[in-house]
């Protein structure tokens, strides 16, 4: 059972454009949630995060939003740039100290020059 | 020098063969993760370790077993190693105070 499906596998825009990369999630015990970006041969790199508690959380051009009724979150890229081109995971826990996190199956983001 | 390094970064390896892959880790961190990606499937836990004496299973822990030889190192190893477990493998760290992960490069280990 796949608690956390990011259901678009890959994603094409045009360079200046947004970026919209979509993540939901079954478990309603989550309440923290974070993105990940991926290039080719490194290790996942920590992008941006927000807590149950905010709707929205910006850093630059990244901004991710939170609708816990629908159980969706979703990273928005503005503008898109060409090293913005990866692959993008998002991933969520629940709090209590576990430190366990569940990751999306990742979604390919292609910047067209 | 990366603070999480991950040896070997690629190995191929035969059925039924022993394998250990390497975590080595300089943020003085102690949680320390293994986890596996697999094509259409994301990233999936393996284990994890709170510290030295405390080593927990993850979502697919089956066919693994795991090493803390000290706060910096944990080792994954695959006893007996099938072509299913021919995968990416990541290992990761977490700062607890500000709830991010820091991944190695990871380990491409191919099961002929």
């Known amino acids: 059972d796949q608690q956390v499906k990011q259901n678009s596998p890959s994603l094409s825009v045009q360079e200046g454009r947004i970026s919209i990369l979509n993540c939901d999630y079954t478990n309603s015990m989550f309440d923290y949630f974070l993105w990940y970006k991926k290039y080719p041969a490194e290790g996942p790199t920590f992008l941006i995060s927000?807590?149950?508690?905010?709707d929205k959380n910006e850093d630059g051009r990244f901004t991710v939003f939170l609708n816990k009724s629908a159980k969706h979150l979703s990273l928005h890229i503005v503008p898109s740039q060409p090293g913005d081109s990866a692959v993008y995971f998002c991933?969520?826990?629940?709090?209590?100290?576990?430190?366990?996190?569940?990751f999306g199956t990742g979604t390919r983001l292609k910047v067209l020059a | 020098d990366a603070d999480v390094t991950q040896t070997p970064r690629n190995r191929i390896t035969k059925t039924g063969k022993r394998i250990m892959l390497e975590c080595s880790q300089t943020k003085g961190h102690d949680r320390m993760y293994w986890y596996r990606q697999d094509p259409g499937l994301g990233l999936r836990l393996i284990y994890y370790s709170f510290d030295v004496k405390d080593i927990n299973k993850g979502e697919i822990s089956d066919g693994y077993s795991v090493s803390r030889q000290a706060q910096a190192k944990f080792s994954l190893s695959l006893e007996s190693a099938i072509p299913n477990q021919t995968a990416l493998y990541f290992c990761?760290?977490?700062?607890?105070?500000?709830?991010?992960?820091?991944f190695g490069p990871g380990t491409r280990l191919t099961v002929l």
């Open positions: 927000i807590s149950s508690i905010k």
């Open positions: 990761a760290t977490i700062d607890i105070s500000t709830d991010t992960q820091y």
């Open positions: 991933a969520a826990s629940a709090s209590g100290g576990t430190y366990k996190y569940i």
